[in-house]
């Protein structure tokens, strides 16, 4: 899911593309079928406050998001739409992007691998103190006994394993910050499904656009 989705109105209509078809517009303009509007089929023009909006793609590299809940999927991002704990994987990033996840190897601190997922960012990146503190205690929280490779299966009884890791470590750091834990569901009511609703949206609209070319929203 690398390509730019823009927007602009036509006809009554928002209209979804992929940047690149727009520039190919631009870059030749004696071309008339690929300046034709998808739905009227009439010229687009663009002109001044005309200017195709870009829609802000919910996937983020995690190994630039510190101190963050991220959500992958080794299916890749596309799988992200929906919320089923069998295509998902999550983990917990430290100030330097490293990732640390819990899996049927123990716990894994990847550099590498997570640059499409949904970031959670959790620590203010002015906060120093906090970050530190968040850093030293990750590092302490993963080498823990409860996260050898050996309890993956009976962790799993509890729901998944990865986002138990990730939960626990974060109402961890809650505890010391004097808050309340946060039950699985709570955290993911209040913390991932706003935003899995987004990524709903971009993935359908990007599927739409990989098959007919674009996606229309009639908002007349
Ligand atoms: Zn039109």
Redesign the pocket.
């Known amino acids: 899911m690398d390509q730019t989705v823009i927007k602009y109105r036509?006809?009554g209509r928002d209209i979804y593309t992929f940047s690149c078809s727009l520039y190919s517009f631009t870059q030749q303009t004696d071309d008339v079928d690929r300046s034709a509007?998808p739905?009227?089929h009439?010229t687009l023009t663009f002109g001044l406050f005309d200017a195709p909006v870009t829609l802000t793609c919910p996937f983020m590299n995690a190994h630039q998001v510190s101190c963050a809940f991220v959500i992958g999927s080794v299916h890749g991002p596309s799988y992200l739409g929906e919320w089923h704990d069998t295509e998902i994987h999550v983990g917990v990033s430290n100030s330097e992007g490293l990732v640390y996840n819990y899996t049927l190897s123990g716990v894994k601190r990847d550099d590498l691998g997570w640059e499409q997922c949904v970031c959670v960012q959790l620590v203010p990146p002015w906060r120093h103190d906090l970050r530190e503190s968040w850093d030293r205690n990750l590092e302490e929280f993963s080498v823990l006994s409860e996260w050898v490779s050996e309890r993956f299966e009976e962790e799993r009884e509890f729901g998944s394993c990865c986002y138990g890791f990730a939960l626990t470590f974060i109402n961890r750091m809650r505890s010391l910050d004097g808050k309340l834990s946060l039950s699985r569901d709570q955290f993911t009511g209040s913390y991932i499904l706003p935003r899995m609703k987004t990524v709903s949206t971009y993935i359908k609209i990007y599927h739409t656009i990989l098959q007919h070319g674009f996606y229309k929203l009639d908002n007349t």
Request: hydrophobic fraction near 15%.
């Open positions: 036509h006809c509007c739905i009227c009439h």
